[in-house]
C-alpha cells in the first residue's frame, strides 16, 4: 500500500511535532509544508519538502491525502475551511477554534461535504485513557458518582515573557490548558450539561487568572470538581504524572485525576483500582488492584488514526464535533467566571 501524503501548515512547534510523528510513521508521509514565515524554508529543507505561502497555494500545485493544521488558533477556521473546499481531509489542532461560532461553521461546512474533520486531542489517543473507559464502562467502579481534577503546575517566567500574549484575555491555563482536561474528562464521565467557576489572579496579577476552581455538571448525573493553575508547585497535571512528554520530569506516583463510583474508585495515571469485594460500606476493606496498561505514543496512534479516517476505514477518534463541544465548554466555564453564575449547556 502506498503511503498517504501528508502536508503540515503551520512550522511551529506544533507543527514541528506533526513533522516528527510523520517521519516516524510507515503509513505516510510529510509531502509539504505550509507557513508563510522566512523561517519556515529552514524547517521545509530539513524535511525535504516543498514550502508553500498558503493552502490556496499548495492545492493548487498539488492534491495531499491529508492536512494537519497546526497554525494559530484564530486561523483554523479559515484553513479548516480551504481543506473542506479541496476536499482534503484535516486534522485540526485543539482547539477546534478559538470561538465557538467559528468552530461550528467548520463543523457544518465538512458535513455538508462530507470531507473528515478530526480534531487534535492527542491525550485521548493515549492508552491510559483506553483503558480507563474500560475500567468506568464495564461497571467495575459500579455506577459512576464523582470526578475529581487537577491540572496545577508552575509555569516560569520565561513562558510569559517569550510570549506575553499570555498574560492578557486569550492566554491564561483556562483556554491554554483546561480544554485538553475537558476532552478526557468527557470522554471518562460522559456529556457536560453544567459548570460554575470562581477564577483568581492573585499571584500573578496579569490580567487574566493564574488559578481556576471549576464544579461540573454531567447528563449522567456524575459531579465532579477541577482545580487549574499554571503558578501551583505541583506534580499533579497530565503532563507531570503520564510520562507522555519526555520534555516532562515524570512523577510516577502521582494521579491527576479519581473518577468514584458506587462500588470503587480509579485514580489516573497510575490506575490504581480500589474496589468493594462485599458490601458497599466505609466498614469494608478495599481490594486494590493497579489496572495493567501497554503504553504506546499518543501522536502516533492519532496518526495512525487520521490515516484509517482517510483510507475509510475508521471514523475519527475525535472527531470535529467533539473539539466542537470542548470549546463550548470552555466558553460556559469563562462565562461563569465572568458572571459568577451557573451556566448550562443547552
Excluded at 511551529?12 to 510529510?30: D, Y
Excluded at 506575553?164 to 478526557?184: A, Q, S, T
Excluded at 469494608?284 to 484509517?308: G, M, S, Y
Amino acid at each position: 500500500m502506498a503511503a498517504l501524503r501528508i502536508a503540515v501548515a503551520g512550522a511551529g512547534w506544533m507543527g514541528r511535532r506533526h513533522i516528527a510523528t510523520l517521519a516516524r510513521s510507515s503509513e505516510c508521509k510529510l509531502s509539504a509544508l505550509v507557513d508563510p514565515a522566512s523561517s519556515a524554508a529552514a524547517a521545509a529543507r530539513d524535511a525535504g519538502v516543498p514550502l508553500y505561502s498558503s493552502l490556496e497555494d499548495l492545492f493548487a500545485q498539488e492534491r495531499p491525502d491529508g492536512v494537519v493544521v497546526a497554525t494559530p488558533n484564530q486561523l483554523h477556521e479559515q484553513h479548516g475551511l480551504a481543506c473542506v473546499a479541496a476536499k482534503v481531509p484535516a486534522l485540526i489542532e485543539k482547539p477546534l477554534s478559538d470561538n465557538v461560532e467559528a468552530a461550528e461553521r467548520l463543523c457544518v461546512a465538512g458535513e455538508r461535504a462530507g470531507v473528515p474533520l478530526l480534531t487534535g486531542h492527542h491525550r485521548q489517543h493515549n492508552p491510559l485513557m483506553a483503558a480507563a473507559m474500560d475500567v468506568i464502562q464495564s461497571g467495575r467502579i459500579g455506577r459512576p458518582v464523582a470526578v475529581v481534577g487537577t491540572a496545577m503546575f508552575c509555569k516560569p517566567d520565561s513562558y510569559f515573557n517569550e510570549g506575553p500574549w499570555r498574560r492578557e484575555p486569550g492566554g491564561g491555563p483556562i483556554l491554554i490548558n483546561l480544554i485538553h482536561e475537558i476532552g478526557n474528562l468527557r470522554a471518562l464521565c460522559g456529556e457536560i450539561s453544567a459548570v460554575q467557576a470562581i477564577v483568581s489572579t492573585a499571584v500573578r496579577g496579569f490580567a487574566v487568572e493564574d488559578t481556576a476552581a471549576i464544579n461540573l455538571q454531567f447528563e449522567s448525573g456524575v459531579l465532579g470538581t477541577f482545580i487549574v493553575s499554571d503558578t501551583a508547585a505541583s506534580a499533579q497535571s497530565w503532563e507531570l504524572t503520564t510520562g507522555e512528554d519526555p520534555n516532562y520530569p515524570a512523577n510516577a506516583d502521582e494521579d491527576c485525576y479519581v473518577v468514584a463510583g458506587t462500588r470503587g474508585s480509579l485514580a489516573i495515571p497510575t490506575m490504581r483500582l480500589k474496589s468493594y469485594g462485599g458490601e458497599a460500606s466505609w466498614w469494608t476493606p478495599f481490594v486494590n488492584e493497579t489496572v495493567t496498561v501497554t503504553r504506546a505514543d499518543p501522536w502516533d496512534r492519532q496518526l495512525e488514526n487520521f490515516c484509517a479516517v482517510i483510507r475509510g476505514e475508521a471514523k475519527p477518534v475525535v472527531s470535529a464535533r467533539d473539539g466542537l463541544q470542548n470549546v463550548r465548554v470552555i466558553a460556559a466555564i469563562q462565562r461563569a467566571a465572568a458572571t459568577g453564575g451557573r451556566i448550562s449547556l443547552g
